[in-house]
Protein backbone atom coordinates (compact mmCIF):
# COMPACT_ATOMS: atom_id res chain seq x y z
CA UNK A 1 0.00 0.00 0.00
CA UNK A 2 1.66 3.64 -1.07
CA UNK A 3 0.64 6.41 1.43
CA UNK A 4 1.85 10.11 1.38
CA UNK A 5 3.07 12.39 3.32
CA UNK A 6 2.34 16.81 2.14
CA UNK A 7 4.99 19.46 2.88
CA UNK A 8 3.10 22.68 1.42
CA UNK A 9 3.93 26.24 1.99
CA UNK A 10 2.32 28.22 4.87
CA UNK A 11 -1.04 28.80 3.30
CA UNK A 12 -1.87 32.91 2.75
CA UNK A 13 -5.32 32.20 3.46
CA UNK A 14 -7.90 29.08 3.38
CA UNK A 15 -8.23 29.24 -0.52
CA UNK A 16 -4.19 29.79 -0.72
CA UNK A 17 -4.29 26.47 1.54
CA UNK A 18 -6.99 24.75 -0.59
CA UNK A 19 -5.13 25.51 -4.18
CA UNK A 20 -2.25 23.97 -2.89
CA UNK A 21 -3.42 21.12 -1.17
CA UNK A 22 -5.55 20.34 -4.10
CA UNK A 23 -2.01 19.93 -6.43
CA UNK A 24 -0.44 18.11 -3.97
CA UNK A 25 -3.33 15.19 -3.96
CA UNK A 26 -3.27 15.26 -8.04
CA UNK A 27 0.97 14.67 -7.70
CA UNK A 28 0.22 11.75 -4.91
CA UNK A 29 -3.37 10.25 -6.99
CA UNK A 30 -0.91 10.36 -10.02
CA UNK A 31 1.65 7.90 -8.06
CA UNK A 32 -0.87 5.87 -7.13
CA UNK A 33 -0.94 6.71 -3.06
CA UNK A 34 -3.91 5.64 -1.16
CA UNK A 35 -4.05 8.37 1.38
CA UNK A 36 -2.26 11.33 1.97
CA UNK A 37 -1.62 13.59 5.24
CA UNK A 38 -1.05 17.36 5.20
CA UNK A 39 0.50 19.24 8.28
CA UNK A 40 -1.22 20.38 11.70
CA UNK A 41 -3.66 23.06 11.14
CA UNK A 42 -3.10 23.14 7.58
CA UNK A 43 -6.82 25.03 7.17
CA UNK A 44 -6.54 27.79 8.12
CA UNK A 45 -3.10 27.67 9.04
CA UNK A 46 -0.77 27.11 11.79
CA UNK A 47 -0.86 30.40 13.88
CA UNK A 48 2.64 31.21 13.88
CA UNK A 49 3.77 35.16 15.16
CA UNK A 50 5.51 35.56 11.95
CA UNK A 51 2.18 35.04 9.41
CA UNK A 52 -1.27 36.21 9.39
CA UNK A 53 -3.76 33.34 9.69
CA UNK A 54 -7.14 34.65 7.90
CA UNK A 55 -10.26 34.86 10.32
CA UNK A 56 -12.20 31.54 10.53
CA UNK A 57 -16.18 30.74 11.27
CA UNK A 58 -17.73 27.21 11.60
CA UNK A 59 -19.27 28.17 7.96
CA UNK A 60 -15.76 29.14 6.47
CA UNK A 61 -14.30 25.69 7.95
CA UNK A 62 -17.32 23.22 7.12
CA UNK A 63 -17.43 24.93 3.41
CA UNK A 64 -13.32 24.50 3.24
CA UNK A 65 -14.25 20.74 4.65
CA UNK A 66 -16.58 19.94 2.15
CA UNK A 67 -13.73 20.96 -0.97
CA UNK A 68 -11.67 18.71 0.31
CA UNK A 69 -14.27 15.87 0.53
CA UNK A 70 -14.82 16.91 -3.76
CA UNK A 71 -11.00 16.61 -4.15
CA UNK A 72 -10.81 13.16 -2.22
CA UNK A 73 -13.77 12.38 -4.61
CA UNK A 74 -11.98 13.42 -7.77
CA UNK A 75 -8.47 11.87 -6.91
CA UNK A 76 -9.95 8.32 -5.63
CA UNK A 77 -7.59 9.34 -2.44
CA UNK A 78 -7.99 9.23 1.04
CA UNK A 79 -6.92 12.30 2.69
CA UNK A 80 -6.20 13.41 6.40
CA UNK A 81 -6.97 17.35 6.98
CA UNK A 82 -5.91 19.12 9.95
CA UNK A 83 -8.38 22.13 10.84
CA UNK A 84 -9.21 24.37 12.93
CA UNK A 85 -12.16 22.74 13.99
CA UNK A 86 -14.96 24.83 16.54
CA UNK A 87 -16.66 22.73 18.86
CA UNK A 88 -19.57 23.34 21.70
CA UNK A 89 -16.96 23.84 24.24
CA UNK A 90 -14.88 25.85 21.86
CA UNK A 91 -12.36 25.73 19.28
CA UNK A 92 -10.41 22.56 18.60
CA UNK A 93 -7.53 21.36 17.06
CA UNK A 94 -7.85 18.24 14.75
CA UNK A 95 -7.55 16.38 12.58
CA UNK A 96 -10.15 14.71 9.91
CA UNK A 97 -10.38 11.95 7.84
CA UNK A 98 -11.56 11.48 4.48
CA UNK A 99 -12.05 8.24 2.74
CA UNK A 100 -11.88 8.12 -0.99
CA UNK A 101 -15.68 8.15 -1.59
CA UNK A 102 -16.01 11.83 0.11
CA UNK A 103 -16.68 9.99 3.35
CA UNK A 104 -15.54 12.06 6.51
CA UNK A 105 -15.13 8.88 9.08
CA UNK A 106 -13.98 11.36 11.58
CA UNK A 107 -11.55 13.03 13.42
CA UNK A 108 -8.62 12.82 15.93
CA UNK A 109 -8.35 15.47 18.46
CA UNK A 110 -5.05 16.88 19.91
CA UNK A 111 -5.10 16.21 23.34
CA UNK A 112 -2.10 17.28 24.64
CA UNK A 113 -2.09 21.08 23.53
CA UNK A 114 1.24 22.94 24.06
CA UNK A 115 1.80 25.25 27.03
CA UNK A 116 2.02 28.28 24.37
CA UNK A 117 -1.29 26.84 22.72
CA UNK A 118 -4.29 26.63 26.14
CA UNK A 119 -5.05 30.60 24.59
CA UNK A 120 -5.37 28.99 20.68
CA UNK A 121 -7.22 25.47 21.59
CA UNK A 122 -8.97 23.65 23.87
CA UNK A 123 -7.51 19.97 24.22
CA UNK A 124 -9.55 17.07 22.82
CA UNK A 125 -10.69 14.24 25.50
CA UNK A 126 -10.37 10.59 22.99
CA UNK A 127 -8.46 8.76 20.14
CA UNK A 128 -9.45 6.53 18.07
CA UNK A 129 -8.75 4.51 15.23
CA UNK A 130 -9.42 4.62 11.61
CA UNK A 131 -9.44 2.10 8.48
CA UNK A 132 -9.07 3.13 5.09
CA UNK A 133 -8.63 0.50 2.11
CA UNK A 134 -7.97 -1.92 5.18
CA UNK A 135 -4.89 -0.22 6.75
CA UNK A 136 -5.72 0.55 10.09
CA UNK A 137 -3.98 4.02 11.46
CA UNK A 138 -4.08 6.44 14.22
CA UNK A 139 -3.03 10.02 14.24
CA UNK A 140 -0.98 11.74 16.84
CA UNK A 141 -0.86 15.35 16.68
CA UNK A 142 2.83 17.40 16.58
CA UNK A 143 3.35 17.99 20.47
CA UNK A 144 1.72 15.24 21.90
CA UNK A 145 3.65 12.84 19.33
CA UNK A 146 6.94 14.26 20.24
CA UNK A 147 6.32 14.84 23.89
CA UNK A 148 3.31 12.20 24.95
CA UNK A 149 4.47 8.69 22.97
CA UNK A 150 1.95 7.21 25.06
CA UNK A 151 -0.68 8.55 22.42
CA UNK A 152 1.38 6.77 19.71
CA UNK A 153 1.60 3.10 22.42
CA UNK A 154 -2.41 3.43 22.42
CA UNK A 155 -2.40 3.50 19.01
CA UNK A 156 -0.46 0.43 18.09
CA UNK A 157 -1.54 -0.86 21.01
CA UNK A 158 -5.10 -1.05 18.93
CA UNK A 159 -4.13 -2.51 16.13
CA UNK A 160 -3.02 0.78 14.21
CA UNK A 161 -0.24 -0.32 11.21
CA UNK A 162 0.32 3.58 10.61
CA UNK A 163 0.57 6.19 13.27
CA UNK A 164 0.10 10.17 10.91
CA UNK A 165 1.83 12.80 12.77
CA UNK A 166 0.93 16.00 11.49
CA UNK A 167 3.11 19.19 13.26
CA UNK A 168 4.02 22.27 12.96
CA UNK A 169 7.95 23.72 13.39
CA UNK A 170 10.29 25.96 11.86
CA UNK A 171 10.07 29.35 10.21
CA UNK A 172 10.41 31.45 7.66
CA UNK A 173 12.17 34.02 8.77
CA UNK A 174 14.70 33.06 11.91
CA UNK A 175 16.28 29.66 12.31
CA UNK A 176 19.10 26.94 11.94
CA UNK A 177 19.43 25.76 8.04
CA UNK A 178 19.86 21.72 8.92
CA UNK A 179 22.45 19.70 6.85
CA UNK A 180 21.67 16.63 6.86
CA UNK A 181 18.37 14.29 8.39
CA UNK A 182 18.76 12.93 11.93
CA UNK A 183 21.88 15.34 11.88
CA UNK A 184 23.15 14.87 15.58
CA UNK A 185 23.15 19.00 15.90
CA UNK A 186 19.79 19.12 14.56
CA UNK A 187 16.99 19.54 17.43
CA UNK A 188 15.86 16.47 18.81
CA UNK A 189 12.25 16.17 16.31
CA UNK A 190 13.40 13.26 13.69
CA UNK A 191 15.28 11.59 16.90
CA UNK A 192 11.71 11.75 18.61
CA UNK A 193 9.78 10.54 15.10
CA UNK A 194 12.26 7.56 14.67
CA UNK A 195 11.52 6.04 18.34
CA UNK A 196 7.50 6.42 17.83
CA UNK A 197 7.74 4.00 15.18
CA UNK A 198 10.79 1.40 16.87
CA UNK A 199 9.75 1.72 19.96
CA UNK A 200 5.91 0.33 18.76
CA UNK A 201 7.29 -1.69 15.96
CA UNK A 202 5.16 0.35 13.56
CA UNK A 203 5.03 2.52 10.37
CA UNK A 204 5.35 6.41 11.45
CA UNK A 205 4.27 9.05 8.93
CA UNK A 206 5.19 13.06 9.76
CA UNK A 207 4.00 15.89 7.78
CA UNK A 208 5.96 18.91 8.10
CA UNK A 209 5.25 22.55 6.53
CA UNK A 210 7.62 23.41 3.50
CA UNK A 211 9.76 26.27 5.73
CA UNK A 212 12.67 28.33 5.24
CA UNK A 213 14.38 27.33 8.46
CA UNK A 214 12.24 23.81 9.24
CA UNK A 215 13.13 21.90 12.61
CA UNK A 216 12.06 18.69 11.80
CA UNK A 217 11.66 17.24 7.64
CA UNK A 218 8.74 15.27 6.63
CA UNK A 219 9.36 11.58 6.78
CA UNK A 220 7.97 8.22 7.00
CA UNK A 221 9.75 5.30 8.75
CA UNK A 222 9.81 1.86 9.18
CA UNK A 223 8.97 -0.05 12.11
CA UNK A 224 12.67 -0.72 13.07
CA UNK A 225 13.07 2.78 12.72
CA UNK A 226 14.14 2.68 9.36
CA UNK A 227 13.63 5.89 7.45
CA UNK A 228 12.23 4.92 4.18
CA UNK A 229 12.03 8.46 2.80
CA UNK A 230 12.42 12.16 4.10
CA UNK A 231 11.59 15.39 1.82
CA UNK A 232 14.43 17.46 1.55
CA UNK A 233 14.33 20.91 3.99
CA UNK A 234 12.27 23.62 2.48
CA UNK A 235 11.26 21.70 -0.53
CA UNK A 236 7.88 22.30 -1.24
CA UNK A 237 6.11 18.37 -2.38
CA UNK A 238 5.08 14.91 -1.67
CA UNK A 239 6.74 11.98 -0.57
CA UNK A 240 5.22 8.32 -0.69
CA UNK A 241 6.36 5.46 0.57
CA UNK A 242 5.29 1.59 -0.41
CA UNK A 243 4.68 -0.25 3.18
CA UNK A 244 4.09 -3.44 3.98
CA UNK A 245 1.36 -3.85 6.80
CA UNK A 246 2.55 -7.33 7.57
CA UNK A 247 5.69 -5.72 9.09
CA UNK A 248 3.81 -3.42 11.21
CA UNK A 249 3.28 -5.67 14.27
CA UNK A 250 2.77 -3.83 17.56
CA UNK A 251 5.03 -6.16 19.03
CA UNK A 252 6.98 -3.85 21.14
CA UNK A 253 3.69 -1.94 22.23
CA UNK A 254 1.60 -4.91 22.99
CA UNK A 255 4.04 -6.06 25.30
CA UNK A 256 3.40 -3.39 27.49
CA UNK A 257 2.19 -4.15 30.60
CA UNK A 258 -0.17 -1.44 32.07
CA UNK A 259 -0.92 -3.58 34.87
CA UNK A 260 2.61 -2.54 36.52
CA UNK A 261 1.69 1.36 36.62
CA UNK A 262 -1.93 0.84 37.76
CA UNK A 263 -1.20 2.73 41.00
CA UNK A 264 2.11 4.97 40.49
CA UNK A 265 0.28 7.99 39.06
Not at 71 to 91: F, Q, R, S
Not at 172 to 198: C, F, S, T, W
Amino acid sequence: MKIAVASPPFPSSIADGLHRLEKLVKDAARQKAEIICFPESYIPGYPLEELTIEETSPEKLITALNKVCTIAVENNIAIILPMDWYGPNGKLNLAHVIDKTGKVLGYQTKNQLDPTEDAIWIPGTERSIFEVNGLKFGITICHEGFRYPESVRWAARNDAKVVFHPHCNGSNVDGAMLIGYRHKDNPYYEQAIMMRALENTIYFASSNYASQYPESASSIIAPDGTCIIHERYGQVGVIIADIDPELATGLLAKRFKPQLYANSL
